[in-house]
């Protein structure tokens, strides 16, 4: 490997001659008096720097430094080429969330992203899918940089604390450098005043005169269509929703208005039982608007199931019907409308497009971890048999806690009844993407009598020899998606 960098700087770092010395085309980038790429040492890769140094830490070769993807190196990174740090990007018509729960899938995402109109958030992720994944928020965004810097990707990216739900966590997420903070406000949601009775909503309504004339009995024309105000619907949204009002308040105040950098600020109402009815958004919008907070995005709980890793559930028409409110609430208070668990809903990606007129933010995650491991059904299918019958014996109860599905595990075929060649036709049934899609968290940290990870170590080895393929899976799968969501552009 050295010799093939000595030749590839004695030639004069040809970008056309890149692949030959496995140096990464895209990632030749020239800085005042250096050179810095990125090349592919076989079971790694490394960051190489010819010239001056420039601050990044690794170890001295004759006439080169070989420097490891570490955490102060993918900060120098960002430092030196601003390309690869995340930058506030939500006023950007049509963008999408990338989650990476494996710090591999960047380089599909930004295969499946370009050629079309879509500013992308490559690093996304939950305080719970760190938890589950043993990830921090640093590693997250380091592996976003590295991929964006290896494929040479400069149309700019973002980096979401996704469902966050307390100061701490939010300010955690801005100390690592996050573009975006998703604020979960369902702990102070009350999921209760549905199941309330007129005289009970009447009765712990507590009444605010300036606030209240601005909506009780009043008609407002939102989406084409004339909805009213009236007494039980306006005091239903005030309890159910004012609590989270305050909260927003708290935040915005003590940590976005505060923060160093651009931050694009979501609002996420959709980790509810209770549908966002258009008018309790409107209520809502407005009063963020009173209270002077800027918001990028707001993520209503829409009609119907938002289920990870399948097609959307529900009626399509009053999907739409719907959707066309809350889009026209969204532009009349100067933000965008927000789609949690997008991944897979082909049903309403046009819809969604169309609709919105082609300005709207959705998020996917688990999807890309389902091509990856459908990549590994394909590539090494008794590997994919050993972690299929975990889940399904040793997983599946446990992980489904943490998720609303509807999975029904008896529509899955047993896998002795399945060859090999059949494994990946499991990623077209809906249960069997629902077995593997929530239990990522157990198969990842699994572990051996002796200690040892039972699946990790062999997946990532696998992912790496199979990389070019798992690259290609992304592109084609999230590139789907967007083929939809951007049909009317």
Known sequence: MKRALLEFARQGFPVSKANEFGVYPGSVSRFDNAVVFMADCGS???????????????KSEDGFLLCELSHSNAVRLREVFAYTAPRALLHSACTMGLGDR???????????????????????????????????????????????????????????GDHLKTL????????????????????????????????EVKEAFCPQPERDCLYLNREFVLGGERLFFDEDTFCRGVLIYDAALKFIDTVYRRTIVNASRPIDFEISIDETAT???????????????RLGIKVATVAPRFCGEFQKGIDYIGDTAQFERELTIH?????????KLSVHSGSDKFRIFEIVGRVTEGRFHIKTAGTSWLEAIKAVAVKAPALYREIHAYALESAFDEA???????????????????????????????????????????ILGAKSPDGSY???????????????FCDTLLKEHIGAHLEQLTKTQ
């Open 44 to 58: 790694r890769d490394a960051l190489v720097v010819f010239g001056d140094d420039m601050g990044f830490a690794g």
């Open 168 to 199: 701490e966590e939010i300010e955690y997420a801005l100390r690592c450098g996050y573009s975006m903070i998703t604020l979960d406000c369902s702990e102070y949601i009350d999921n209760t005043v549905q199941g309330m009775s007129a005289g």
């Open 400 to 442: 489904r806690k943490f998720y609303h599905v509807t999975t029904d595990l008896s529509r899955i075929p047993p896998l002795d009844s399945l060859s090999d060649e059949q494994l990946p036709k499991l990623f077209s049934n809906s249960d069997a993407r629902q077995l593997i899609h929530i239990t990522y968290g157990h």
């Open 102 to 160: 494996l710090g591999i899938a960047t380089d599909g995402h930004i295969a499946a992203v370009e050629g079309y109109s879509v500013l992308p958030v490559f690093a996304q992720q939950s305080m719970r899918e760190l938890k589950l994944t043993g990830r921090t928020y640093d590693d997250v965004l380091d592996s976003a940089t590295f991929a964006v810097f290896r494929r040479g990707y400069k149309k700019g990216f973002g980096a979401d």
């Open 327 to 335: 889009a026209d609430i969204a532009q009349q208070f100067g933000y």
């Open 454 to 468: 039972r699946f990790r170590e062999r997946l990532y080895s696998l992912w790496r020899r199979e990389r070019e």
């Open 275 to 289: 549908v966002t009815h258009p008018l309790h958004h409107y209520f809502i919008a407005r009063e963020l608007q």
